[in-house]
């Protein structure tokens, strides 16, 4: 099946830093959703973006299907930014997500 | 519009009882999805229901089992609970009608099995 692999499995920071997360995937596909987990457990959507590049505020998120990885951009990271960050693809249609193994980030003031 | 709404939110059970943990999907989302988020794990999918039917389904036990009811609402049911089953369940919803589409999760319920 596809494999989903992010990197930095972990991330330090200072307040007001920018950072980049990274999310390859092995094969063609149809959904690639960015998630912020909150210290709570819920999944907070970020972008849904099987291609092309998207804003909102200071994070951004491009994904180039045709080489099969997606960059999540931090931009004047605050405190709280801090969390798990998941990208999550869908593949052939098959209506389940498969998650990599996140990223940590930790904003210090 | 209110989002995905999960009950209960914590929960303690014992080896060997069962537990039914229920979803209620954004309105007007036909598609309702389970997973199971463990430390050891990640996120794994459980299973996925559109119009009553499952149209997908993880590599889980029989033990792990669900349904959607007419109305989009979905259950899903953990009969002889094991230590290892405790987690964050999360349920997630989508209009569905196609695959690609955004899905959207709740906020969990925590498992745990004593």
């Given at each position: 099946?596809?494999?989903?692999?992010?990197?930095?499995?972990?991330?330090?920071?200072?307040?007001?830093?920018?950072?980049?997360?990274?999310?390859?995937?092995?094969?063609?596909?149809?959904?690639?959703?960015?998630?912020h987990?909150n210290?709570?457990?819920?999944?907070?959507?970020?972008?849904?973006?099987?291609?092309?590049?998207?804003?909102?505020?200071?994070?951004?998120?491009?994904?180039?299907?045709?080489?099969?990885?997606?960059?999540?951009?931090?931009?004047?990271?605050?405190?709280?930014?801090?969390?798990?960050?998941?990208?999550?693809v869908?593949?052939?249609?098959?209506?389940?997500?498969?998650?990599?193994?996140?990223?940590?980030?930790?904003?210090?003031? | 519009?209110?989002?995905?709404?999960?009950?209960?939110?914590?929960?303690?059970?014992?080896?060997?009882?069962?537990?039914?943990?229920?979803?209620?999907?954004?309105?007007?989302?036909?598609?309702?999805?389970?997973?199971?988020?463990?430390?050891?794990?990640?996120?794994?999918?459980?299973?996925?229901?559109?119009?009553?039917?499952?149209?997908?389904?993880?590599?889980?036990?029989?033990?792990?089992?669900?349904?959607?009811?007419?109305?989009?609402?979905?259950?899903?049911?953990?009969?002889?609970l094991?230590?290892?089953?405790?987690?964050?369940?999360?349920?997630?919803?989508?209009?569905g009608?196609?695959?690609?589409?955004?899905?959207?999760?709740?906020e969990?319920?925590?498992?745990?099995?004593?």
């Open positions: 099946g596809i494999q989903v692999e992010q990197s930095p499995p972990d991330l330090i920071l200072q307040e007001g830093a920018n950072s980049t997360l990274r999310c390859n995937f092995s094969d063609s596909v149809n959904n690639l959703q960015w998630f987990q210290p709570w457990g819920q999944l907070i959507n970020l972008f849904y973006i099987p291609s092309g590049t998207k804003q909102n505020g200071r994070l951004s998120a491009t994904t180039v299907a045709t080489e099969r990885y997606s960059l999540l951009y931090i931009s004047s990271s605050q405190t709280t930014d801090s969390g798990v960050y998941f990208c999550a869908e593949a052939d249609s098959s209506y389940k997500l498969i998650f990599g193994s996140g990223t940590r980030l930790l904003v210090r003031p | 519009k209110a989002g995905v709404t999960q009950t209960p939110r914590y929960l303690i059970k014992t080896r060997g009882q069962q537990v039914t943990l229920s979803c209620s999907p954004i309105s007007g989302h036909r598609s309702v999805s389970w997973y199971q988020q463990t430390p050891g794990q990640g996120l794994q999918f459980l299973f996925e229901y559109f119009s009553e039917t499952q149209r997908n389904k993880g590599n889980f036990p029989g033990r792990f089992s669900g349904r959607q009811f007419s109305n989009s609402r979905s259950e899903m049911n953990v009969s002889t094991e230590l290892g089953d405790s987690a964050l369940y999360l349920c997630a919803s989508s209009p009608v196609i695959a690609g589409n955004t899905i959207y999760f709740g969990g319920s925590w498992l745990t099995v004593v």
